[in-house]
């Protein structure tokens, strides 16, 4: 028998095997892969038509009380009428820098997907090293890097993909692209997603490496969602928080991420912001993934 | 270099810096053999393996695989070696196929060659019938047979296998091993494997070392370890109630006697020509022998020997362990 094995060296070889292993037990099976594209759906409609904040400023709510309308003339209560959805939108306009809520929430719902979907990628180490996957993989030559970067890279394509689903359900249900938009503007939205996707799955299996039990990370999560989540201006502007929370807010990667996807597909773009958005997210994703592979090298060889 | 495939040298792991699993241990495997760790659970077999292949630094002390450090060279000794890990660790998602061909990804090797491979693998685990089935639908020993094949998709020099018919019934046990005699014919691999099997220890093994409280406590074959324990041991008893132990004793080839429960406990080489000549002498002096049983040595009176206590309750834990583990994994689903 020959004494050449034939094996080749390529590490970017065992980063794709692994990835497309954790994303086939996603698009492989129906039901999985079926409710992640219901879940933007149901979500997109309970948040953004349940929380309907434009409704409040509509027709409805400035209706004149009938002793004080019969005070006008009809073309004086036009008048006032227009005047008053002037104010409205230019509220709207003030508050959201859109005249669309569901617009501004339906963008945030790109950010809250990114964060949730990530957050799931630490349970699978710890799936991986209960079930001895993780040990068996170690005794291969494959890189202790590419074990965790596939396991970052899986969650970041999920994510993306579903980033893409949630602009196109949005758009049936009537997202309002800002003045000037380009459909090479989504190129943009993925690439902002492929860096806060990064950042965050390297920190959450940073958090999960060493942890052998499924509740640690389950309650890291629990911990983390939702505040980093209201602490952000994915649902609502962070100008009309608390000086604490702004504070909060500022260093909260979500918050440039929201932003950078707002200036690209429903504001007019600022693109000194949106540089600045994509400066901040890049440093975080940089310094985040350097920490998951450092403490990766660490923890997978004991 | 010497014919030595492992060796390993005053190897040895501590925990937490104070619980330690494997307490310099030396021991060397000769290229071809079959060597198997035999001990409870909890001896630091398992310890022992996952130094060997690179996933465990030693604390102290050294090992060598191939000539290759463990240490040191990690990535060299990693591409020569085969493991055959305890737990189930295809994935259930995946096909038997897809789960080869990823552990062939594992070690980069290039897909047309993997595929090949791959072939001749389930072929000889007879298992290609099944290659596009989800392992989720495979049975207990098909699964086991699959990770013989995923430890085998690099031409292994060494295979390494953790307690390979761990949680298996008697007869898919037996399958396996032939599967596993078969392996070893056909790629002329080295083996070193722990088990707490005894039976799966004497049928697979060219040499045991029983391991105990993370200390080797002896090495040799099958054979010579029952032999060291002085021969067949002879049990009979007299209608008399005279002790004829001294009687017995003159007899060729007797080595010890013991009088125990009314009877005599006689340990004697070469048992079966023995025997006769033990009867012949007592029925010369009139006693008349009313009971009689010969047992060749087994492995359980080595390990008894050299423990201090049977394996059968070490067994017992390690089957509910291997139970709580099955349920948590079918707990994921």
Redesign the interface.
């Known amino acids: 028998?020959s004494e050449t094995?034939?094996?080749?060296?390529?590490k970017l070889?065992?980063v794709?095997?692994?990835t497309n292993?954790e994303l086939?037990?996603w698009y492989?099976?129906p039901v999985i892969f079926t409710l992640s594209i219901i879940q933007p759906i149901i979500w997109m409609g309970l948040f953004g038509k349940a929380l309907n904040i434009g409704a409040l400023f509509s027709g409805g709510t400035f209706a004149l009380p009938p002793q004080i309308a019969s005070q006008f003339t009809l073309p004086q209560l036009q008048l006032l009428g227009s005047y008053f959805s002037g104010l409205q939108t230019s509220i709207l306009q003030g508050a959201f820098n859109t005249t669309d809520y569901f617009s501004f929430m339906a963008v945030g719902m790109i950010s809250f997907t990114a964060l949730f979907t990530t957050m799931f990628s630490g349970m699978s180490v710890v799936?991986d090293r209960?079930?001895?996957?993780l040990?068996?993989?170690?005794?291969?030559?494959?890189s202790r890097a590419a074990i965790i970067f596939s396991k970052v890279l899986s969650a970041t394509l999920r994510s993306m993909f579903q980033a893409g689903l949630i602009i196109l359900i949005a758009v049936a249900f009537g997202l309002q692209f800002g003045l000037g938009f380009n459909p090479v503007y989504v190129l943009g939205v993925f690439a902002i997603m492929f860096l806060i996707c990064v950042g965050l799955s390297s920190i959450f299996i940073a958090i999960t490496i060493r942890s052998t039990r499924i509740e640690t990370p389950m309650a890291v999560v629990n911990l983390i969602n939702l505040p980093l989540m209201f602490a952000s201006n994915a649902f609502f502007p962070t100008k009309f928080m608390p000086d604490w929370l702004q504070t909060i807010a500022k260093f909260n990667p979500l918050t440039y991420t929201t932003d950078a996807v707002r200036q690209l597909l429903i504001f007019s773009t600022d693109w000194t912001q949106l540089a600045l958005d994509f400066t901040y997210v890049a440093i975080f994703a940089v310094i985040a993934a350097a920490i998951g592979i450092v403490l990766s090298w660490r923890f997978l060889?004991? | 270099m010497s014919e030595d495939i492992i060796k390993a040298e005053g190897l040895t792991k501590v925990f937490n810096s104070h619980l330690t699993a494997v307490d310099h241990i030396d021991f060397s495997v000769k290229h071809g053999e079959i060597f198997g760790f035999l001990g409870p659970n909890g001896a630091g077999k398992t310890t022992t393996i996952?130094m060997l292949?690179?996933?465990?630094?030693p604390t102290e002390g050294k090992a060598f695989v191939l000539g290759f450090d463990i240490a040191k060279q990690n990535?060299e000794v990693?591409?020569v070696?085969g493991?055959v890990?305890?737990?189930?660790?295809a994935?259930e998602?995946?096909t038997g196929l897809?789960n080869i061909l990823?552990?062939a990804?594992?070690?980069?090797?290039?897909r047309s060659?993997a595929k090949e491979r791959a072939v001749d693998l389930l072929k000889l685990v007879e298992l290609t019938d099944f290659k596009d089935k989800r392992v989720q639908t495979f049975s207990g020993g098909m699964r086991r047979r699959l990770e013989l094949a995923?430890g085998l998709i690099?031409?292994p020099k060494v295979l390494f296998l953790d307690e390979p018919t761990l949680g298996l019934d008697v007869q898919t046990r037996t399958a396996t091993w032939n599967y596993i005699k078969k392996m070893k014919t056909e790629y002329?691999m080295t083996l070193f494997m722990t088990t707490h099997y005894l039976e799966e220890a004497d049928a697979l093994c060219d040499r045991i070392a029983i391991i105990d409280h993370g200390k080797i406590v002896v090495v040799g074959s099958p054979e010579e370890l029952k032999h060291s324990l002085g021969g067949d041991s002879i049990t009979l008893a007299i209608k008399e109630d005279e002790d004829v132990s001294e009687l017995i004793q003159k007899v060729e080839h007797v080595k010890e006697v013991r009088k125990e429960n009314g009877g005599y406990r006689i340990k004697a080489e070469f048992g079966e020509i023995t025997t006769p000549f033990v009867i012949e002498a007592l029925r010369k002096n009139g006693y008349t022998v009313t009971k009689l049983s010969l047992t060749e040595p087994t492995l359980n009176e080595v390990y008894l020997e050299y423990t201090g206590k049977s394996l059968r309750d070490a067994e017992e834990s390690r089957e509910t362990f291997a139970a709580q583990r099955m349920a948590?994994?079918r707990a994921?689903q």
């Open positions: 028998m094995n034939g094996n080749s060296k390529s070889h065992g794709w095997a692994l292993r086939k037990k492989k099976a799936w209960r079930l001895g996957f040990n068996k993989a170690l005794s291969t030559p494959v060889s004991k | 996952n292949i690179t996933i465990l630094k990535n990693r591409n070696i493991v890990p305890q737990e189930y660790t994935d998602d995946l897809e990823l552990c990804d594992l070690y980069g090797i290039p060659v995923c690099n031409r002329g948590m994994r994921r």
